[in-house]
């Protein structure tokens, strides 16, 4: 049983920037997909980007694209997402994600992002 853990999430104000944290119990390289997600009150949950273990460019919702940034580190099973110049309609509940190589999936339990002067 994978186990995902969110952290770095909290309160920032426009223009500012937070580092969120995925840690896995598991071996993260043996993820074939890895995500964040986002949802925001009375919205959908949607797809913010997601990194692959094969050689696919990384997907980037377009709204983030050029603020935000999805990498992973194998050797501290954790994956990241960088946000810079954070606007109020980033204020969402964020979720990580992953997926096994035969299928499965998995989900962090969130961490509340507000951006707010």
């Known amino acids: 049983q994978v186990q995902l853990v969110e952290s770095g999430g909290g309160l920032v104000q426009p223009g500012g920037s937070l580092r969120l944290s995925c840690a896995a119990s598991?071996?993260?390289?043996?993820?074939?997909?890895m995500g964040w997600y986002r949802q925001a009150p009375g919205m959908e949950r949607e797809l913010v980007a997601r990194?692959?273990?094969?050689?696919?460019?990384?997907y980037y919702e377009d709204s983030v694209k050029g603020r935000f940034t999805i990498s992973r580190d194998n050797s501290k099973n954790t994956m990241y997402l960088q946000m810079n110049s954070l606007r109020p309609e980033d204020t969402a509940v964020y979720y990580c994600?992953?997926?096994?190589?035969?299928?499965?999936?998995?989900w962090g339990q969130g961490t509340q992002v507000t951006v707010s002067s």
């Open positions: 598991g071996r993260i390289f043996n993820f074939n997909v």
């Open positions: 990194i692959t273990s094969g050689r696919s460019r990384n």
């Open positions: 994600h992953v997926r096994n190589s035969v299928g499965d999936d998995y």
